[in-house]
């Protein structure tokens, strides 16, 4: 744990991957972050494996350096918590619908008439301002929605999920940046503020950033799709004895590629060494690479283009990562033990601040409503009327 936000205190009311990726990433630079759960727990807390009920796998892996009060926000009295967290907080974050954050007393109206400085950030998976606002949206909906599954078509046209969380992570990094941006006008006026990042809306710019193509141009000139990305042969190459990753990107990749393979001819070719002719041949130039690759093992094409500088890797799986050289000395993957969940692994922040030398070791996720009696000590309650609001089954003990 960093400490570039030591300091500001996030009321984290998000569930499952997209909020909670986020909001990890505010605790790994040192954000205190509550996370409010209902007293079921966040559901991705069910994710098997898992040796405990309320700490799976997935759950451990998206909920680092935070800490838990399990509440029901449906009593008066679990409200009344909310509002005196949100009193004392710099940033409230949740990805609900708008009528489920207000029937809970966590709308942004509501909040700011406690904290006119808060800045509130939710990331509800349509924008508000549509006919959809109150639909229902996971990572699958949002992947079918804004043309990645598409994208992402099998040899027969057919549509795929990509087999990772792609749009709750992509517009958890979105919904971090506009934290920290809401928090620096906070700093520097004194105001709050009131940020939607949609998943719909964000993941769609976030794919069409280069695939509006030629659309960019009105009218119209060439297709909507980025040419070198739809490239058939844009892929891994077929070696002697496995695959691997071969790009050559600018001119000088491209020569040194061609004097590799023994055609000079094309090295000086003007199709090649003019980039905006290279850009309108691209698929001919992927079609020589997956031509060529079958001539040599994916050793001797790894040795040879890292000593020329060209851009290349193995092709790792899963299982691969852990062995990655890279990915070892940088420490990626981290061994712990404790009493709650035994011997495990976790996923090392990715940052490294090397001016900070106040950093602190990560704290596990937490379990649920771990820190529920330490947090409202914190907001004044007495030892007395924490008993009883756990009791009345306000707030669950972990």
């Known amino acids: 744990m960093l400490s570039l936000l030591k300091g500001?205190?996030?009321?984290?009311?998000?569930?499952?991957?997209?909020?909670?990726?986020?909001?990890?990433?505010?605790?790994?630079?040192?954000?205190?972050?509550?996370?409010?759960?209902?007293q079921g727990g966040d559901v991705f807390r069910a994710v098997r494996p898992g040796r405990t009920d309320d700490l799976g796998v997935g759950f451990l892996n998206f909920n680092r350096n935070k800490r838990s009060i399990a509440v029901d926000l449906k009593q008066s009295e679990g409200k009344e918590i909310l509002h005196k967290l949100v009193a004392h907080a710099d940033v409230l974050v949740h990805n609900m619908r708008g009528k489920s954050a207000k029937d809970l007393g966590a709308d942004f109206v509501t909040l700011k008439a406690i904290n006119p400085q808060l800045v509130y950030c939710a990331a509800p998976g349509f924008g508000s301002v549509g006919p959809d606002a109150q639909s229902p949206a996971y990572d699958d909906i949002i992947q079918a929605r804004s043309g990645l599954a598409a994208l992402n078509a099998d040899a027969n046209g057919a549509p795929q999920f990509v087999r990772t969380i792609a749009c709750d992570k992509v517009v958890g990094l979105h919904l971090a940046l506009a934290v920290v941006?809401?928090?620096?006008?906070?700093?520097?006026?004194?105001?709050?503020?009131?940020?939607?990042?949609p998943m719909l809306e964000s993941m769609t710019a976030f794919v069409m950033a280069e695939h509006l193509a030629g659309h960019t141009l009105q009218p119209s000139e060439g297709e909507l799709g980025y040419d070198r990305l739809m490239s058939k042969d844009r892929k891994p190459y077929k070696t002697q004895n496995g695959y691997i990753a071969i790009m050559p990107y600018n001119t000088k990749h491209w020569q040194r590629f061609f004097g590799l393979v023994g055609r000079e001819d094309l090295a000086e070719a003007e199709w090649v060494t003019d980039s905006v002719?290279?850009?309108?041949?691209?698929?001919?130039?992927?079609?020589?690479?997956?031509?060529?690759?079958?001539?040599?093992?994916?050793?001797?094409?790894?040795?040879?283009?890292?000593?020329?500088?060209?851009?290349?890797?193995?092709?790792?799986?899963?299982?691969?990562?852990?062995?990655?050289?890279?990915?070892?000395?940088?420490?990626?993957?981290?061994?712990?033990?404790?009493d709650v969940r035994g011997e495990y692994q976790s996923l090392r922040s990715p940052f490294i601040v090397y001016e900070d030398s106040a950093a602190n070791t990560d704290l596990p996720a937490p379990q649920l409503g771990e820190h529920g009696s330490a947090i409202l000590g914190e907001l004044g309650y007495s030892p007395e009327q924490i008993q009883t609001l756990i009791k009345s089954r306000v707030v669950t003990a972990a």
């Open 8 to 38: 500001l205190r996030v009321v984290d009311l998000s569930t499952i991957v997209l909020g909670p990726y986020a909001t990890q990433f505010l605790g790994d630079f040192g954000a205190d972050v509550i996370k409010v759960e209902a």
């Open 181 to 197: 941006s809401g928090v620096v006008q906070q700093q520097r006026t004194g105001k709050g503020c009131n940020i939607e990042v």
């Open 277 to 338: 002719q290279r850009s309108q041949h691209i698929d001919d130039l992927y079609k020589l690479v997956a031509d060529f690759a079958p001539s040599r093992s994916s050793e001797e094409w790894l040795v040879r283009l890292a000593e020329l500088d060209i851009p290349c890797s193995r092709i790792n799986s899963l299982a691969d990562l852990a062995h990655d050289p890279q990915l070892q000395a940088s420490d990626w993957l981290q061994t712990h033990t404790d």
